[in-house]
């Protein structure tokens, strides 16, 4: 892989970089606590696998169809993200508080809607992998290895939630207004890409 710098870097900024399933990870962590937060990040673990593979053995013909797939995907995504950015302005803004923790159906199903790690499989196939490496193991490997780099943010973003919850106790509402604030922007980004 000639431009494997530019793949690194390119898998760690889409990857850690706020969006949605690290956000989701952030609040579930802040709310539920650790342990009962990595339910949601197990979800998310084999809906981003699946959706790897899928980018990756599909990689060719969905790039040839973006063009169609990416603007269903940004609207249904950019709705989406902008009800999950109502209903994190409008919860409870009590972290202390006993809540629901999000589950692994709904992490796992969260990948199926989330356009960004879709193009994010298919930037990455189609840049970086596809014109260098042609097996089925080997594109395989780099599927998992996709799905590692995304559910390692997830998990660090689980983690600050879970260590930063006293911060996020006392500053709650400005919390909760930056986390809704970062889902509009995914969504606007979202929607931006289409023009």
């Known amino acids: 892989m000639p431009q494997i710098g530019g793949f690194i870097t390119f898998i760690l900024i889409s990857t850690f970089t706020p969006g949605l399933n690290n956000i989701m990870s952030l609040n579930n962590a802040a709310r539920v606590g650790l342990r009962k937060a990595l339910r949601f990040n197990v979800g998310i673990f084999f809906g981003f696998l699946i959706v790897m593979v899928l980018c990756a053995f599909a990689g ?6 973006i063009p169609h797939v990416k603007i269903i995907m940004s609207v249904v995504g950019a709705s989406y993200i902008l009800y999950l950015a109502w209903k994190t302005i409008r919860s409870s803004t009590d972290f202390t508080a006993e809540a629901k923790a999000q589950s692994f159906v709904s992490g796992f199903l969260l990948q199926f809607v989330n356009p960004k790690i879709m193009l994010y499989g298919l930037m990455a196939m189609s840049s970086y992998i596809l014109p260098y490496y042609r097996t089925w193991w080997e594109i395989g490997c780099f599927a998992l290895l996709l799905t590692i780099t995304g559910s390692s943010a997830n998990v660090s973003w689980t983690l600050f939630g879970h260590l930063f919850k006293r911060l996020m106790v006392k500053h709650e509402k ?3 207004t930056i986390m809704a604030l970062l889902l509009v922007y995914c969504a ?8």
Not at 60 to 65: E, K, M
Not at 188 to 195: D, H, K, M, P, Y
């Open 174 to 176: 400005i919390i909760l």
């Open 60 to 65: 060719s013909a969905l790039y040839a169809t």
């Open 188 to 195: 606007a980004e979202l929607l931006l890409g289409l023009f």
